[in-house]
């Protein structure tokens, strides 16, 4: 099965005052960590995003197609520009999402338009498999400014995974959105 990989990194990151995914935790950008995390499923990796310097990482860079709409926006120009049916979407603020993960998360999509895990009751909607069929639905959402990720994959047949606790950190889905999660983070 071909995938593509794709990273959201095109957020204003107005909370962080600067562009997250070019933040270094731990000696490396957090874009880093989603490519380390994308590479062994998959040696096509796009990146949605805003910021030419993303450009450095080898990947092809794409900007919103519709700007300022947020993960729906992400979402829609990622899809627009995949080649390939099926799409793991993984923000580039999530740093302890594990390839363990995603490659569960694409063993259990099979019927599905969308596959998304749940873990500790709360689903994680800008970590998932897309497919590019979605993309006329995206489309829509946008031009009726439905920008709330959870509510346009629940107009579709999207699937959710719960994600077992025992197995899975706990800080598997943690966001790094404001230099203190960013300090919380490393220690």
């Known amino acids: 099965m071909e995938i593509t990989g794709v990273i959201l990194a095109g957020g204003k990151s107005s909370r962080m005052g600067q562009d997250k995914g070019l933040l270094k935790f731990n000696g490396k950008s957090l874009i880093q960590y989603a490519i380390d995390t994308l590479k062994p499923i998959t040696s096509q990796i796009i990146i949605i995003a805003n910021n030419y310097s993303y450009n450095t990482f080898n990947y092809p860079v ?23 049916k099926t ?3 993984l923000s580039c603020d999530t740093p302890f999402v594990s390839t363990e993960l995603l490659k569960l998360l694409l063993a259990k999509h099979q019927n599905y338009d969308v596959t ?21 639905h995206f489309k829509q959402s946008l031009y009726n400014n ?26 598997i889905f943690y966001n790094i959105n404001t230099p203190t999660q960013l300090k919380q983070a490393i220690k």
Do not use: C, M, R
Request: proline content about 4%; cysteine-free; charged content about 15%.
């Open 146 to 171: 439905h920008l709330k990720l959870i509510e346009v994959n629940q107009q579709i047949n999207t699937q959710i995974v719960e994600i077992d606790t025992k197995h899975f950190k706990q800080n």
């Open 62 to 84: 794409y900007n919103d197609i519709i700007k300022n709409k947020g993960p729906v926006g992400g979402i829609y120009t990622a899809l627009t520009h995949s080649q390939t």
């Open 87 to 89: 799409n793991i979407i």
């Open 116 to 136: 998304l895990p749940k873990y500790n009751h709360k689903i994680h909607p800008i970590v998932g498999i897309y497919n590019t069929s979605n993309l006329s």
